[in-house]
């Protein structure tokens, strides 16, 4: 069957932003699916909220839409578009459920829209857990006891009768949300609340334990014709217990004989027939008892998933295009594969090499929440490693990890091993490798971890030859020697750490010796037949495939594991980076080791090194293929730390120069700079010390903020109000040095916050986007939403903004991107960071002037001026480039995954993702962002007000435009009175330590639908923390400062004037391009 | 621990650690890319006279079991890995393969580039091998590997076949308590097995469909096997090159329009040889388990579990009296074929899988289809 050709227009829905659970795997998805039908011949209109996503590109869709994703707004746009088919499967869970949703408020019929890839009924039988359990009791398959239930006395009821533990699964939540593991009949009670609450049909599974079996995964692929394939066997290190995100996963499976695996593979198949997915890719998850050889199934997911990603970089075999070309009617036999040319894409993918995934969590962000490994998701981002041995890419995916620790467990407390090994905390793997250090057998482990003894002998096989290799000395190292401990993985890094010599000492003797790493290519068949995309990993083999090019090329450094702060939006800059060299005729060569993105993907760049980002690692790939030029401003803080040894070593980096990079961190150097140029900066000060801290605090004045030097998202960023606060941070919160000192600024309260992104090429300078915060400086830039264009700021500021940014710009002498952020207090305007890159906020400027940044800061870098790329700047080469609506940008926060944690936005960011609203005005724009974020503005019903006596004034002005839009007001009684005096109508609702019923309990009943709580400044009080969190809890949108709060007005106002209304950005910026 | 060296014909040296036995063999090198199933690997009759390099990196993870095993023994000449697991971890298991093969007198070689010896099989097709699994000269293995005689012309399959004639009645025993194998047919049928190097899931697949088995040696004659008056004949797998058993050949002939034959890899080469047509050696085979193949007559792919060296030329196999029935998508050789008037076909690949993918069982089921059929003929 050829594609059809009934079909000319197709809607995806993009999975929105970037949350627990659901990241960027699904730009991988969603932009392949877009990139192969565009190829087909197909229209494309697009869907999603995010805007730091590749598939939201213009270039990428007809019709772009950075819309919520609801079924009111994308009935809105295909009721413009008039999309012949929806294609559902690419676009996560919340693009699966939008489209069940579209389909059953009889949207798809209504408009005549057929529903691509699964079906309704076969998406309701996946999803639905009694459904499925009877499909999969129909072909026989064997599943945990388990039973639904909609309340508490029936859930506890059916686990008394299996026994505890039991495992608990909220209905249609996303990355098993509000589910977990109860062992007794507490916990039971308290998570059959929280997981009936959370799901949106009300109800939760509850089935027998099957902790401790062993998990697997497979990736399978059908076609209309009936045809299957499984792509990817994947099994679980962490047995069943750890949601699969939060487990390290290996593929291929590497305990199961031909007959286990073939029986899972039969199940897999007939599973996939039975739910009756009609082509696509699927996920079906197994267990099996490891005494037994019982196998259950677990669940199946009938679209592509995070672990269709890691499937497709695991093997090359690009799930998600080839998902979207069997919906349109092509056979797998139809398709080729890419890797091969002359073989199909009807095959299965055979590795000869292993792949270890292992998840990046942040519970350092979230203090409060306990770092425990359970059923919901916790992890934020995660690493693959490529390595032919499962010792060898274990190693690698530890350091690709970048959690600043060496790669072997060297801080632990022996105590407490028993503990962390029962228990599964991000720790774990360390703490396994430290109890082998400690002579621990690999039975004592395995009793305890419950985890495979072939994987435990692999672990405790390389803690023997570190220990080997410590012993012999540096000197008496033969080639064999490097050679064996090289090929088992081990890194330059930990050598020189056991011999104490230097890192350069050990690569040059090794070298000298002729242990070279080289690289291998991955091509679906183990070699058997050639392979035409140079897709590589490094290995200690004894030949090289690389076949570097000879024309003219340049590197770019990836940015590592998704993490908060250094996210999709760097993965988009790198991607861009990648296509524009590719446009101006340069070789583009991507490093990187995140499974999850674009940039890992063998059609994004002409050559594809799946690598950590390691001085080593980066340094051979950089042997090998000598590059014209390096990449470091694109990939976040990662290639930036590597930058300066990098260039030291001779590797040419391009653009802004390192030194130029390294000067804005330094605080001595980039504060005489400032003081040359004369611009004004918040008073501050470095410590190296205690004393010298408290010392410098005092001297600015506080409130001051401190932060280490050299880290994103700022990571242990505090405001303090007090010495001590400030004692007990450099005591206990941070790690510094001579060369990265604290850094101690004046904080300036209630200034607000501005972030300028700026494109410059030595002599002119660009200012492509001038961000107004909505919350006030001192919450995260990250962690802020923010306007374009700026509306509340005078133009004598912005002046200022444009004249600081050019000098900054030139005495910097940057070439590409800047960011500055700056802070406005009564009328001046003060820097308080310069950050010589690409920045968090480049797509999202990208997006709403339509000029594409990072592209235009490649053809800078590659020695063009702003002047010969007028053409994509829409003719401009200086000033600020216009946008025609208002474009707010949102954070979205992963509060709901760490309950106990207080919501309060700080210093130190912790969202995970964002979202972008477009509006004729600022309050439209900013009410579809919070609705994109999860916190829609309520149309109507109480605002609950409790503000500091300083705030005063200003909520009184904001209650009463709530209450000419038809609110009703409630507030604690200090605020309450202050309404009250303002002739305000105002229910007083008690603090939670004056009695009952208090603030927490109006939330819970819902008699709350907006809370606007601002904090009274130099502590958190329970009170508030309690309200904060329930308020999350309950999804009551819930705002902490008062410029969101008169954000919040203007949204409310807009909700009730503003039609639903719809924009593509191709109409957005087409009027611009006949101008230009 | 010993050094172990791998020695081409072409004088390329590997060198690794050994496990297994401390011999040398040799044979002619050959990969396989299947993931899982090393025990079938090592103990089908059909890898006789091969030393066999995996592509999966990491061997011996599961150990050995005896229920895994495709023949009494293992029937490689040697094995090369880049990773041999010292520990074997499985519910299975009851020893490890080291051991496992140890115990059989077979030499492994760990350590070794194996991606590096693929492409360089790949690129110069199959070579002469020598597998030291206690160091040696390389300069003389390679001069021993030069001094093998080629696989093509050998006549391996009657040297691995049974000597005696005996009786199979076992069938596919379910690997769990979740193995949704199904129950057996009822016997009803009587398959007299060729052995020219047969696998036991062959055995076992002909049991689960109806039948009991009478296997017998290869140089039995056609009349001998009708005398044991057959529903059905069925010709095995088995090594080496087809062409030098045209004995057999004859007596397959013999065997078409008397009743039905169903064909199995070289089963299907003796049926091509009997019936006109011609066979030739591939660069490198094909050996894997996710060979994709076209069923012309359903229109479906199947993946496939594959052990060849040789082929049928499509082109030479009489048109009149054939139809070409499964094609090889990776490469388009001919994968299957049966005769348009008499009860006869054959596929090229392994249905019986083992290792590899159950897409193929159904040939076994139309065998039993095509015996009842003929069965009901006057």
Redesign the interface.
């Known amino acids: 069957m050829p594609k059809r050709t009934d079909l000319k227009k197709i809607l995806i829905i993009g999975s929105g932003p970037i949350v627990i659970g659901q990241a960027c795997e699904f730009d991988y998805s969603g932009t392949q699916a877009c990139k192969a039908l565009r190829a087909d011949g197909y229209e494309v209109v697009l869907i999603n909220s995010n805007p730091a996503t590749i598939m939201t590109d213009p270039e990428l869709a007809n019709g772009t839409y950075v819309e919520p994703i609801n079924v009111t707004y994308a009935e809105e746009v295909i009721k413009r578009e008039r999309p012949d088919a929806l294609l559902s499967t690419v676009g996560g869970q919340t693009g699966l459920n939008l489209s069940v949703a579209l389909a059953e408020a009889g949207i798809l019929d209504k408009y005549g829209v057929e529903l691509l890839g699964a079906k309704i009924g076969s998406i309701k039988k996946a999803e639905d857990r009694l459904l499925f359990k009877d499909a999969m009791k129909k072909i026989g398959l064997d599943m945990p006891q388990s039973q639904l239930v909609n309340n508490v006395d029936a859930g506890l009821k059916f686990a008394a009768k299996v026994g505890y533990p039991v495992v608990l699964r909220p209905s249609f939540t996303l990355g098993g949300s509000g589910g977990g593991i109860a062992y007794n009949k507490e916990e039971c009670e308290e998570i059959l609340q929280r997981g009936i609450d959370l799901s949106p049909v009300g109800e939760t599974l509850i089935e027998e334990s099957v902790l401790g079996w062993k998990e697997y995964e497979l990736e399978v692929m059908r076609d209309l014709a009936d045809n299957c394939i499984i792509i990817c066997s994947i099994e679980n290190f962490d047995p069943m217990g750890v949601h699969t995100g939060d487990s390290i996963t290996v593929a291929p499976a590497q305990t199961l004989t031909d007959r286990e695996y073939q029986m899972m593979r039969d199940a897999a198949l007939a599973c996939l027939r039975e739910i009756g997915v009609d082509t696509g890719g699927s996920n079906v998850q197994f267990a099996i008892n490891p005494k037994t050889g019982r196998m259950i199934i677990i669940e199946m997911n009938p679209r592509v998933s995070r672990s269709s990603a890691l499937a497709s970089k695991a093997t090359g075999f690009p799930i998600a295009k080839i998902a979207a070309r069997l919906a349109v009617g092509y056979r797998l036999d139809e398709i080729a594969n890419d890797i091969t040319r002359k073989t199909p894409a009807c095959f299965e993918p055979t590795l000869d090499y292993v792949v270890v995934k292992i998840p990046r969590w942040q519970f350092e962000k979230f203090p409060g929440a306990e770092p425990v490994l359970g059923t919901q998701m916790k992890s934020v981002g995660e690493v693959m490693a490529i390595g032919r041995t499962f010792q060898q890419a274990m190693l690698k995916g530890i350091r690709s990890l970048e959690t600043g620790k060496r790669d072997s467990a060297d801080k632990f407390d022996e105590l407490l091993i028993p503990q962390r090994l029962i228990t599964p905390t991000p720790e774990r793997l360390s703490y396994i490798r430290f109890a082998f250090e400690r002579g621990w057998t690999i039975e004592q482990v395995q009793e305890l971890t419950a985890m495979d003894p072939w994987f435990l002998r692999q672990l405790r096989d390389i803690t023997l030859h570190e220990q080997e290799l410590k012993a012999t000395p540096f000197a008496a190292m033969t080639a064999d020697g490097f050679r064996r401990a090289k090929r088992m993985g081990i890194s330059d890094s930990w050598l020189s750490g056991a011999w104490n010599v230097s890192i350069h000492d050990v690569r040059s003797r090794r070298k000298e010796l002729g242990v070279k790493a080289v690289f291998n290519r991955v091509d679906t068949c183990a070699a058997e037949f050639e392979s035409f995309t140079p897709y590589l990993y490094s290995s200690f083999e004894s030949e090289c495939e690389a076949e570097p090019a000879e024309r003219k090329k340049v590197m770019i450094l990836g940015s590592g594991p998704n993490r908060i702060g250094q996210g999709i939006e760097f993965d988009y800059c790198c991607c861009h980076a990648s296509f524009a060299l590719q446009e101006f005729g340069v070789e583009s060569i991507m490093v990187n080791c995140n499974p999850e993105t674009v940039s890992t993907d063998y059609d994004t760049s002409d050559r594809l090194y799946f690598e950590p980002l390691t001085l080593e690692e980066v340094l051979n790939i950089a042997d090998t293929e000598k590059p014209d030029g390096l990449i470091v401003q694109f990939g976040g803080q990662t290639p930036l730390n590597l930058a300066l040894p990098l260039k030291k070593l001779g590797v040419p980096i391009i653009g802004t120069d390192p030194e130029s990079i390294d000067l804005a961190e330094d605080r001595k150097l980039f504060g005489k700079l400032l003081d040359d140029l004369q611009i004004p900066s918040p008073p501050n000060g470095t410590a190296t010390s205690v004393d010298e801290a408290i010392a410098v605090a005092r001297r600015l004045g506080f409130p001051v903020l401190i932060r280490p030097s050299f880290v994103l998202g700022g990571r242990a960023m505090v405001i303090t109000y007090d010495e001590d606060s400030v004692r007990r941070y450099m005591q206990e919160a941070v790690v510094f040095s001579q060369d990265r000192p604290v850094l101690i600024d004046r904080f300036l309260e209630d200034a607000v916050e501005v972030d300028v992104d700026c494109l410059s090429d030595g002599d002119d300078v660009l200012i492509a986007g001038i961000m107004e915060h909505i919350e006030e400086a001192g919450v995260h830039s990250g962690d802020s939403s923010c306007v374009l264009p700026a509306y509340g700021i005078a133009q004598r500021e912005l002046d200022t903004i444009r004249q600081h940014t050019i000098q900054l710009a030139r005495a910097l002498k940057v070439v590409g991107l800047m960011n500055v952020q700056y802070a406005i207090k009564d009328g001046a305007v003060y820097v308080l960071e310069v950050n010589p890159r690409a920045s968090r906020t480049v797509p999202y400027v990208s997006k709403a002037t339509g000029v594409p940044l990072p592209k235009v800061a490649v053809g800078l870098m590659l020695g063009k001026k702003l002047k010969d790329l007028a053409h994509l700047t829409y003719g401009q080469t200086s000033g600020v480039l216009p946008v025609d609506k208002f474009f707010v940008k949102s954070p979205v926060f992963p509060f709901n995954k760490f309950p106990g944690v207080d919501p309060a936005l700080g210093p130190e960011m912790r969202s995970t993702g964002e979202v972008m609203g477009v509006g004729e005005n600022f309050g439209e724009a900013f009410a579809k962002a919070q609705l994109s974020a999860g916190t829609p503005m309520p149309a109507g019903g109480t605002v609950f007000f409790s503000v500091n006596d300083k705030h005063k004034a200003v909520a009184v002005e904001l209650a009463r435009q709530f209450e000419s839009l038809g609110y009703t007001l409630a507030a604690t009684r200090g605020t309450a009175s202050a309404f009250t005096a303002a002739g305000l109508k105002c229910k007083t609702v008690f603090k939670v330590n004056e009695g009952r019923p208090n603030a927490v309990d109006l939330i819970k009943g819902g008699g709350a639908q907006l809370v606007i709580y601002t904090s009274t400044g130099a502590h958190s009080f329970s009170d508030e923390k309690i309200i904060r969190r329930t308020a999350v809890f309950y999804r009551v949108p819930c705002i902490t400062t008062l410029s969101g709060a008169r954000a919040a007005a203007q949204a409310a106002a807009s909700l009730q004037k503003d039609p639903v209304r719809v924009w593509s950005l191709q109409e957005i910026h087409a009027s611009k391009k006949t101008t230009a | 621990m010993e050094k172990s060296i791998l020695a081409l014909e072409d004088g390329t040296v590997?060198e690794g650690r050994s496990f297994g036995a401390p011999t040398t063999t040799s044979g002619e090198v050959v990969?396989n890319?299947?993931?899982?199933?090393y025990?079938?690997i090592f103990t089908d009759p059909s890898y006789s006279g091969q030393i066999v390099v995996l592509?999966?990196?990491?061997i011996g993870?599961?150990g050995a079991?005896p229920?895994?095993s495709e023949s009494v023994r293992p029937f490689i000449e040697g094995l090369v890995v880049?990773?041999f697991?010292?520990?074997?971890?499985?519910?299975?298991s009851e020893e490890g393969a080291c051991q496992f093969l140890s115990r059989n007198g077979l030499p492994v070689a760990s350590?070794i580039?194996?991606?590096?010896l693929?492409?360089r099989l790949?690129t110069r097709g199959v070579m002469r091998g020598v597998l030291s699994g206690n160091g040696g000269d390389p300069v003389k293995l390679v001069e021993q590997a030069r001094a093998i005689p080629s696989m093509s012309g050998l006549d391996l399959a009657t040297r691995v076949s049974t000597l005696e004639q005996y009786k199979w009645s076992e069938g596919v025993s379910p690997?769990?308590?979740?193995?949704?194998t199904g129950d057996p047919a009822a016997p009803r049928f009587h398959v007299v097995a060729y052995d020219f190097g047969i696998k036991r899931n062959i055995l076992r697949r002909l049991v689960h469909v109806g039948a009991h088995v009478t296997v017998v040696p290869a140089l039995t004659t056609a009349k001998d096997v009708l005398a044991l008056k057959p529903d059905g004949v069925f010709l095995s797998n088995g090594p080496g090159d087809p062409e030098p058993l045209q004995h057999q050949a004859e007596q397959v002939r013999k065997l078409i329009g008397k009743t039905p034959v169903f064909g199995i890899c070289l089963g299907l080469q003796l049926l091509g040889l009997a019936l006109g047509g011609k066979t030739f050696k591939l660069k490198f085979g094909h050996r894997?388990?996710?060979?994709?193949v076209?069923n012309r007559l359903t229109?479906?792919?199947e993946?496939t579990s594959q052990n060849h060296g040789f082929a049928v030329d499509p082109d030479s196999m009489p048109d009149s009296a054939v139809e070409l029935t499964h094609i090889n998508?990776?490469?388009q050789t001919l994968e299957g074929f049966r005769h348009k008037s008499e009860p006869v076909f054959c596929v090229q690949y392994h249905p019986e899988?083992?290792?590899?993918?159950?897409d193929s069982h159904y040939l076994f089921d139309d065998f039993a289809a095509m015996m009842a059929q003929f069965q009901k003929k006057p």
């Open positions: 590997f990969f890319t299947s993931i899982t199933g025990q079938e592509t999966n990196p990491q993870n599961y079991n229920d895994d880049r990773d697991s010292p520990l074997a971890s499985n519910w299975r350590d580039d194996t991606r590096a693929v492409r790949r690997v769990s308590e979740s193995d949704l894997g388990a996710n060979h994709p076209l229109n479906r792919v993946i998508l990776n490469d899988a083992s290792p590899g993918p159950h």
